[in-house]
């Protein structure tokens, strides 16, 4: 079984091991074999690591002898080898394969914006950090999120961000959204990301890759409540 | 079909050049293009905006559908016209695996670049710190290694014998740190990959134009 020859190194928390979970689990790869590492204890620096992955980033994957960095080339990766198996996630039309790719891409922009405010004082070390640039980056956080409200507009209810069929963008996208709600996002500020989320959150898919520490209890910090 | 396609782009922009490349192996000569000026700020006009909210090149048109970033409208455009021109996409689970991973390694490259070349640009006077330049300046020197490293025992492409999308992506970014005075004895791999690509047909045509007149700054020497 293709699962059986797989292994995920990942980390909770972590939007694009989440992707690559999400992806496992749409194409019907339940099974693959996967290990857990933590962020804190710096594991996703160790040898382990680094050997597979000399970035030293999660998540790492393997299918067999063939290595794939990077979550979006991982999830890419999935559907080109998978296609005929768990749920088609690239269109075949051409109008909804191509608002599929574009909202694929830009969701990197999304969570570039949302690491920006999150992972703030991760990114920058204390002597360098100002509070002009975390308010710009916040500034520049709610400028995207009024574009993805805008997106969802435009889909109408019930749909997802290509279409009528669960996709790539989700798969890769979903993530940065559970993530904004965490993180205490104003559902009221944002109701069709809002509706997105509880549309998504409990999909078989989704739940069965929930982060893990999610489960134990809220954020403690909410950073982005007040945006 | 390329008589239905417009392309707005800007010279000297790796996004854009991806697309003019993409197109050209594809065989889809002949799409309708407007060059814009960044310099002069058209990448905001609302010719652009009216395509690209963002107000970012490149903005794509094929009849209705709008594609606005650059490995979208790449990938879209390999997918919808497979059985023409150069085929971009490998066969084979280890050549397709390291294909879609290397065009993702390409994004903290080109913004490491970026974080070099840009940061007076991106940073108001009063946030600038010497530790933040240096740092940039050696994530970019680690991440160049990282990518001689990736180009170590590599034939003419980046993935196996053939040119692919990890081509098409890359190379722009490779042309443009060594336009912005990228060393090329440091990088002895990237400068060899870049040689034996920079006249390859798709590549020569598309150049950007703004790069004949002369060389460009140097301000990437000493990474």
């Keep these: 079984m293709a699962a059986k020859s797989m292994t995920l190194l990942w980390g909770s928390g972590s939007c694009p091991c989440w992707r690559a979970m999400i992806a496992l689990e749409e194409k019907n790869l339940q099974g693959y074999n996967h290990k857990l590492l933590s962020f804190d204890k710096m594991e996703h620096k160790s040898q382990q690591v680094l050997d597979i992955n000399p970035r ?63 992972y703030y004082d991760w990114y920058v070390p204390e002597g360098e950090r100002h509070d002009s640039a975390l308010k710009r980056n916040k500034d520049g956080l709610v400028v995207e999120l009024g574009l993805w409200e805008g997106y969802l507009s435009k889909q109408g209810s019930g749909s997802f961000l290509a279409g009528k069929s669960f996709s790539l963008a989700d798969v890769v996208v979903f993530p940065t959204v559970a993530f904004l709600f965490r993180f205490g996002l104003s559902a009221g500020r944002y109701p069709k990301l809002e509706e997105y989320y509880a549309l998504l959150k409990d999909r078989p898919s989704i739940k069965a890759s929930w982060p893990p520490h999610w489960l134990e209890g809220p954020e403690e910090e909410l950073l982005l409540k007040d945006i | ?61 094929h009849g209705k559908i709008i594609l606005n970033e650059s490995y979208a409208a790449c990938l879209y455009l390999e997918n919808q016209f497979k059985s023409q021109g150069t085929q971009l996409i490998p066969e084979g689970a280890a050549e397709v695996g390291l294909m879609y991973q290397l065009i993702f390694e390409a994004q903290p490259l080109a913004q490491k670049i970026g974080e ?31 990518w001689e490293g990736h180009l170590q025992g590599c034939g003419d492409f980046l993935v196996g014998k053939s040119f692919s999308l990890a081509d098409v992506i890359i190379f722009p970014v490779f042309a443009y740190f060594i336009r912005n005075g990228g060393s090329e004895e440091r990088y002895p791999n990237v400068a060899a990959y870049y040689k034996k690509l920079r006249d390859r047909p798709s590549i020569k045509k598309t150049w950007p134009p703004t790069w004949i007149d002369g060389p460009g700054m140097g301000t990437l020497k000493d990474i």
């Design chain 2, 116 to 146: 070099v070349l840009y940061y007076n640009w991106k940073v108001p006077e009063g946030e600038r710190h010497d530790s933040a330049v240096q740092r940039n300046k050696e994530a970019l020197k680690e991440e160049m290694k990282i």
């Design chain 2, 1 to 61: 079909m390329a008589k239905d396609m417009t392309l707005l782009w800007g010279s000297g922009s790796p996004p854009c050049w991806r697309v003019q490349i993409a197109l050209e192996e594809k065989n889809l000569q002949g799409y309708n293009q407007k060059l814009l000026s960044f310099e002069k700020g058209e990448h905001k006009s609302k010719e652009v905006l009216e395509i690209n909210p963002r107000g970012q090149l490149p903005a794509f048109k």
């Design chain 1, 56 to 118: 030293g980033q999660l998540p790492t994957f393997k299918h067999g002898d063939t290595l794939v960095n990077e979550s979006y080339a991982i999830c890419l990766y999935l559907e080109s080898h998978f296609k005929s198996q768990g749920n088609q996630l690239i269109p075949d039309g051409p109008e909804e394969q191509a608002l599929m790719y574009q909202r694929m891409f830009e969701g990197l922009t999304f969570y570039e914006k949302l690491g920006s405010v999150i």
